[in-house]
């Protein structure tokens, strides 16, 4: 139903799909969650590492639709960064506050659009987005707001579910939240009807890069998930590891 109205208009998570998102992540993708905070401070401290990208004081950092907050917190853990969360869904800006005031976690939560971000240009040093493509209206759209907000060396990491993520790479991550009961017949469904069927391929994602203003960009496909490094994360610069960059 949800795809169905997507397409007609943009639509964030709210109410008691919120709280069951909120819950479910909380209690079920927390490692998961804490992987892509320290993937991203990885690339972050690349980038500030490399003179030619290097952020003027601490590096600014935008989260696109944070949902309940998870990933924004646990990377203000690791480092001294500026970190901005955006989600059209007031239910779920509500529930990052808590969820940050409980772990006194420094991010700051703001309602908004994808489509129409309500930030200058070049604004950010890096910037993230997870499992939020196949919920955007405009997926073009969010992808010409992603290049303005970002700072011209910015570097940008987007990760999304593959619609050809293949049954049983569907079933592994399912297995992986140790779910039971009827939670863990939900989700299976979730994932295999509704969410697999909204999100896009690897060349989906290559035909919307080609046709945005991103030039540079580095696609790697794995497990269910399609990773998109954009702009100097995607040159290799903010994504070598300290080792490899000598
Ligand atoms: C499946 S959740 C992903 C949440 C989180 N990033 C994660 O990895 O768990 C998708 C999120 O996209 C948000 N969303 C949908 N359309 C949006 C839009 N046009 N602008 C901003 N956020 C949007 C929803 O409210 C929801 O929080």
């Known amino acids: 139903m949800m795809q169905y109205l997507r397409k007609i208009k943009d639509l964030g998570i709210t109410g008691s799909m919120a709280k069951w998102y909120d819950k479910n992540s909380r209690e079920s993708r927390m490692e998961e969650l804490k992987s892509y905070a320290k993937d991203i401070a990885a690339l972050v401290e690349a980038g500030c590492a490399n003179p030619a990208a290097k952020p003027q004081g601490r590096p600014r950092i935008l989260e696109v639709a944070p949902g309940p907050g998870y990933i ?63 919920n955007f209206h405009d997926p073009a759209q969010a992808l010409r707001e992603m290049y303005r907000v970002l700072k011209p060396k910015g570097g940008g990491l ?37 969410l697999r069927k909204g999100a896009y391929t690897r060349a989906e994602f290559e035909t919307m890069l080609a046709s945005s203003p991103f030039s540079n960009w580095k696609i790697k496909e794995g497990g269910i998930g399609v990773c998109i490094y954009l702009n100097e994360a995607a040159a290799g610069v903010w994504g070598r590891s300290p080792q490899e960059r000598g």
């Open 72 to 134: 924004s917190i646990e990377l203000s853990k690791l480092g001294s960064y500026t970190i901005t969360g955006m989600d059209i869904s007031e239910d779920f800006i509500k529930i990052c506050k808590a969820n940050a005031e409980r772990e006194s976690a420094d991010v700051d939560f703001v309602q908004g659009n994808v489509s129409n971000m309500p930030f200058a240009d070049a604004s950010f040093d890096f910037l993230f987005c997870s499992a939020a493509f196949k």
């Open 158 to 194: 987007i990760i999304d579910m593959n619609r050809n993520a293949s049954n049983a790479a569907l079933k592994a991550e399912v297995d992986k939240m140790r779910l039971r009961g009827f939670s863990h017949l939900w989700v299976s469904l979730t994932f295999s009807i509704f």
